[in-house]
Nanobody
Framework: QVQLMESGGGLVQAGGSLRLSCAPS????????MGWYRQAPGEQRELVAV??????TNYADSVKGRFTISRDNANTVYLQMNSLKPEDTAVYYCNADRITYYNGYVAYDKWGQGTQVTVSS
């Protein structure tokens, strides 16, 4: 079963920092695009940041200059969140659009289980 395993959420005061991580299970050959989304209570899930295999990134306007998305050679994606605000409080989800495994299997549009980020004022 294809899994994306997230970690790094928690409770932090406004102005603080957190770093989220998301790693795929199994022997992954490549992942095209990986991203972080978030969903606050009563709100729709929204894009936070994405990064493609070539390294290009895109951010929601609300997090530009505060959050940084990156990925390593093991296809783990990170979200460094600085200067956190109470409005950043949400469940954060990792997404991978296309995962290619060494055995030839390809999985599409996979999501992590979500990790809670709570920013207190």
């Amino acid at each position: 079963q294809v899994q994306l395993m997230e970690s790094g959420g928690g409770l932090v005061q406004a102005g603080g920092s957190l770093r989220l991580s998301c790693a795929p299970s199994g022997r992954v050959r490549s992942i095209n695009l990986m991203g972080w989304y978030r969903q606050a209570p009563g709100e729709q899930r929204e894009l936070v940041a994405v990064i493609v295999s070539g390294g290009s990134t895109n951010y929601a306007d609300s997090v530009k200059g505060r959050f940084t998305i990156s990925r390593d050679n093991a296809n783990t994606v990170y979200l460094q969140m600085n200067s956190l605000k109470p409005e950043d409080t949400a469940v954060y989800y990792c997404n991978a659009d296309r995962i290619t495994y060494y055995n030839g299997y390809v999985a599409y549009d996979k999501w992590g289980q979500g990790t809670q980020v709570t920013v207190s004022s």
